[in-house]
């Protein structure tokens, strides 16, 4: 691959800038969906774009107490994170621009790295809400990652490969989702919990904690932080469609399929009560590890069996 | 104990058109009884000033140029109304009456929102100052 | 170390507060340890300035007590300077003044399921039900005239009639409603996930409602039996009762329980009213002067008693109007009951009894350095005496 491509496929296609505006319209298909289903009208199509541009334009506060150099520092982290993570990733049902032998574990922890930031630019102020936020934000992290990754471990031991691009093709011939439901399901929730939409958004739920860590961000850091939950929500929509729905081949399954799971999100997201921190690491590790370690296990014995 | 009990509005809600209304572009037919803005009829007013006096906000001047000939100027503060309807209720000539069809009421100045109703020229004569604004009203 | 304790500051500005109040939360992790709160924050001056107005203007001041419940302070004002003057409302006067009040009840508690459900991050409860209560907004516009502050009161009787046109429109109303109420009963009574929040938490015992005063739907969660409207019947409720509703477990799912299925006895009163609406005047006439006296009135908001003491003086404005609403006596319960509890419970407790700040601010006490805070009831009363000498 020459530099130009490389740098074509880094800032512009398929990573960069085109996955940003892609992140936002799932994000406005998101809230529109969710308006719908209760029966409201919802945001016009160019709604994220313009709350975006306005962040970028705000001034940004530093608040008094914070380690300047982080609390700047942590949101252009969070999103090179997830923007190195959809390079990875088969977005709009193309090869992956760069491909490795395990870059499946690779992938997951890039998209954890946006967590990560968010938690620990709640800890950096000093705002009581923020920390309370942070700490909810790194629980909720330690208890969603686990299940999340056996959930696509899955199909990487179907496939007998930890490339991504292998399972993905693997995963293009049959739909593991009726092999392995289980796992579809602890992926699809595990990307909410993610995500933080309802019911997992204990960590920025409003009436509590106005909006967790990220409170005190304004300006440019609050944007780039929602758009590095935009890309997270396109890549992590990739991964379980790939994975799990016969494979993202062309543009069209690609967006078929990821919007299909969208108004899977957006129903689940109207339909359910916000949980209590405590209640979604119960949630977690009582069913959602357990099961999938289940199915994990019966994986691992079938395949012993059938070799 | 069952989960999802509300999936039945939701996917009524996706078909059918949203319950927002669109305000400014579509109007609602205010009901009949809807009070908008107070009208005033001069023609049996006796000038008694008590739907100035029972006006919990003093949204009511009735200026007394000559009670003899009936020249009465009535000022009223649309900005101060809280459409109780209580002059309504207190003026025993039922000359007063809020209109159903006239609630957009804001206005970027202050003065359009005092109103004068009455004759011509004594609105002209109270305007030139003839009691100056805010006197004592008539009793 | 005290120094160490991590208080959580919730208002007067935040989102859970639709109003300004002021309440610190000591947390340990998410586990609340202890709270105090700080009211006054929209201190209006209201009783003083009913004082300064005659007792027509007083009745549209008072009703501005609060915004959700606003013919409820018009009817107790109403009812209390009528017996001051000796005068009754006629018959049909006080059957509308129960109709009004009935539909702002409807009004108020849909209000609450939604404002309850969002605070438990249920937003799609939160929107329907306020997208119902449109319906019974549109049904008082159209009776009174008003969205909000109805007015539909004067002293003496009402101001608007409630005719056959009216009548229908209400009953097409009330059973769009009633069909959506059992819906919604259900959802608050057997949603798995929205009863993960609301089911055991904030439990209040009968013997705590009891001792902490608390009055309401919030005390009849408690199986506390208490209802002004039963207890001291007042416009057409002796005729026309309500039932009692009542739950005995006195946690959250009661208080949704409670305050839904009040919604069926509300339904159920204005139909047995409209059909039996007698005829008659609107109004009475009343003296605009009112001899000295003073009296009590009592009426149930629909947050729970609603208490005024009007004083004449033989003038034709009070001497003094006292009110207490209901928020008051509810508040201390939030306290005690967020104790122990997780700090995402406590918007949802702090919701469950309803609160209206603005209702609630009477008197504010500036915290001055060296002043005591807690007073003895000698002291309270040697304060009230030497204040009035």
């Given at each position: 691959m020459s530099t130009l491509t490389a740098l074509m496929a880094l800032l512009f296609f398929p990573g960069g800038l085109i996955i940003l505006l892609v992140g936002l319209a799932y994000e406005w298909a998101d809230r529109k969906l969710v308006a719908r289903f209760q029966n409201r009208i919802g945001p016009r199509w160019f709604q994220p774009l313009a709350d975006i541009v306005k962040l970028l334009a705000k001034e940004e506060v530093v608040p008094q107490g914070v380690h300047p150099g982080l609390f700047v520092t942590l949101p252009v982290i969070a999103l090179s994170g997830a923007l190195t993570a959809a390079l990875y990733v088969p977005v709009f049902g193309l090869a992956p621009s760069y491909s490795f032998s395990g870059d499946l574990i690779v992938t997951v922890y890039l998209l954890s790295l946006l967590t990560l930031c968010t938690g620990l630019a709640g800890a950096n102020t000093l705002n009581r809400f923020s920390l309370i936020g942070a700490t909810r934000t790194l629980t909720q992290l330690f208890s969603y990652e686990a299940p999340f990754l056996l959930a696509l471990l899955g199909p990487a031991l179907a496939a007998g490969s930890w490339r991504i691009s292998a399972i993905a093709d693997y995963g293009a011939d049959r739909w593991l989702i009726l092999a392995q439901p289980v796992g579809f399901v602890v992926a699809l929730i595990g990307l909410m919990g993610k995500l933080e939409?309802?019911?997992?958004?204990?960590?920025?739920?409003?009436?509590?904690?106005?909006?967790?860590?990220?409170?005190?961000?304004?300006?440019?850091?609050?944007?780039?932080?929602?758009?590095?939950?935009?890309?997270?929500?396109?890549?992590?929509?990739?991964?379980?469609a790939a994975f799990y729905l016969g494979g993202v081949a062309n543009p069209i399954a690609f967006f078929a399929k990821t919007l299909a799971l969208l108004g899977v999100l957006a129903g689940l997201q109207s339909l359910l009560a916000r949980l209590r921190i405590d209640q979604t690491v119960g949630l977690w590790w009582r069913y959602g590890t357990i099961l999938a370690l289940v199915q994990f296990l019966i994986l691992i014995v079938w395949k012993g069996l059938a070799a | 104990m069952k989960v999802m009990t509300m999936w039945r509005d939701a996917l009524d809600g996706l078909v059918k058109s949203p319950a927002t209304q669109r305000y400014p572009f579509v109007r609602a037919v205010a009901p009949d009884r809807l009070r908008g803005q107070l009208h005033w009829n001069p023609e049996s007013c006796t000038g008694c000033g008590l739907c100035a006096k029972d006006c919990p906000a003093e949204a009511i001047e009735v200026i007394v140029l000559d009670k003899k000939a009936k020249r009465f100027v009535f000022r009223y503060h649309v900005d101060r109304c809280t459409f109780c309807a209580q002059c309504v209720a207190s003026c025993r000539q039922g000359c007063l009456e809020m209109a159903s069809d006239a609630w957009e009421l804001a206005a970027t100045d202050k003065d359009d929102f005092l109103v004068h109703y009455g004759a011509e020229e004594d609105v002209e004569a109270v305007l030139a100052g003839a009691p100056a604004a805010d006197a004592p009203v008539a009793e | 170390m005290a120094s160490e304790k991590f208080v959580i500051p919730i208002g007067p500005q935040h989102p859970a507060l639709k109003e300004p109040g002021h309440f610190e939360?000591?947390?340990?992790?998410?586990?609340?340890?202890?709270?105090?709160?700080?009211?006054?924050?929209?201190?209006?001056?209201?009783?003083?300035?009913?004082?300064?107005?005659?007792?027509?203007?007083?009745?549209?001041?008072?009703?501005?007590?609060?915004?959700?419940?606003?013919?409820?302070?018009?009817?107790?004002?109403?009812?209390?300077?009528?017996?001051?003057?000796?005068?009754?409302?006629?018959?049909?006067?006080?059957?509308?003044?129960?109709?009004?009040?009935?539909?702002?009840?409807?009004?108020?508690?849909?209000?609450?399921?939604?404002?309850?459900?969002?605070?438990?991050?249920?937003?799609?409860?939160?929107?329907?039900?306020?997208?119902?209560?449109?319906?019974?907004?549109n049904l008082l516009e159209g009776i009174t005239g008003n969205r909000v502050n109805y007015s539909a009161n004067v002293l003496g009787?009402?101001?608007?009639?409630?005719?056959?046109?009216?009548?229908?429109?209400?009953?097409?109303?009330?059973?769009?409603?009633?069909?959506?109420?059992?819906?919604?009963?259900?959802?608050?009574?057997?949603?798995?996930?929205?009863?993960?929040?609301?089911?055991?938490?904030?439990?209040?015992?009968?013997?705590?409602a009891e001792r902490m005063g608390v009055v309401g739907p919030t005390a009849r969660a408690s199986g506390v039996p208490r209802d002004v409207r039963i207890d001291a019947p007042y416009l057409l409720y002796a005729e026309h009762p309500v039932e009692l509703v009542i739950e005995e477990a006195g946690d959250l799912e009661a208080r949704f329980k409670v305050r839904v299925r009040e919604l069926f006895e509300s339904y159920r009163v204005i139909r047995e009213l409209l059909t039996a609406l007698p005829e008659g005047e609107l109004t009475a006439r009343i003296p605009r002067r009112i001899k000295p006296a003073e009296t009590i009135s009592r009426v149930e908001a629909p947050r729970g008693e609603l208490f005024y003491f009007i004083k004449s003086n033989g003038t034709d404005?009070?001497?003094?109007?006292?009110?207490?609403?209901?928020?008051?006596?509810?508040?201390?319960?939030?306290?005690?009951?967020?104790?122990?509890?997780?700090?995402?419970?406590?918007?949802?407790?702090?919701?469950?009894?309803?609160?209206?700040f603005s209702c609630n601010d009477r008197m504010a006490v500036v915290k001055r350095n060296g002043d005591e805070q807690v007073w003895t009831w000698e002291q309270l009363r040697q304060y009230g005496i030497e204040y009035y000498r």
């Open positions: 939409l309802p019911p997992f958004d204990a960590p920025e739920a409003e009436t509590e904690i106005v909006a967790g860590a990220l409170t005190e961000y304004s300006g440019r850091g609050l944007a780039l932080f929602r758009l590095g939950k935009g890309v997270e929500l396109v890549v992590g929509l990739t991964l379980v | - | 939360f000591n947390v340990d992790g998410e586990i609340v340890t202890d709270a105090s709160v700080r009211l006054g924050y929209v201190h209006r001056g209201i009783e003083k300035g009913a004082e300064t107005r005659n007792f027509v203007q007083a009745e549209y001041l008072v009703e501005r007590i609060c915004g959700i419940c606003s013919h409820v302070h018009a009817t107790a004002f109403c009812l209390g300077v009528e017996r001051l003057a000796g005068v009754e409302a006629p018959p049909r006067a006080q059957a509308i003044r129960q109709i009004v009040a009935e539909l702002e009840r409807i009004h108020s508690h849909l209000l609450w399921v939604g404002v309850a459900a969002h605070e438990a991050g249920f937003d799609t409860l939160f929107m329907y039900t306020w997208r119902d209560r449109e319906t019974v907004m009787g009402v101001k608007c009639d409630i005719g056959p046109e009216q009548a229908e429109a209400i009953q097409i109303g009330l059973n769009f409603l009633e069909e959506r109420t059992r819906h919604y009963l259900e959802v608050v009574s057997s949603d798995a996930m929205f009863l993960r929040r609301t089911r055991g938490i904030g439990v209040m015992t009968r013997e705590d404005s009070a001497e003094r109007v006292k009110v207490r609403t209901p928020t008051l006596p509810n508040m201390a319960s939030v306290l005690a009951l967020s104790v122990g509890h997780q700090l995402a419970d406590v918007p949802m407790i702090l919701a469950g009894i309803d609160p209206c």
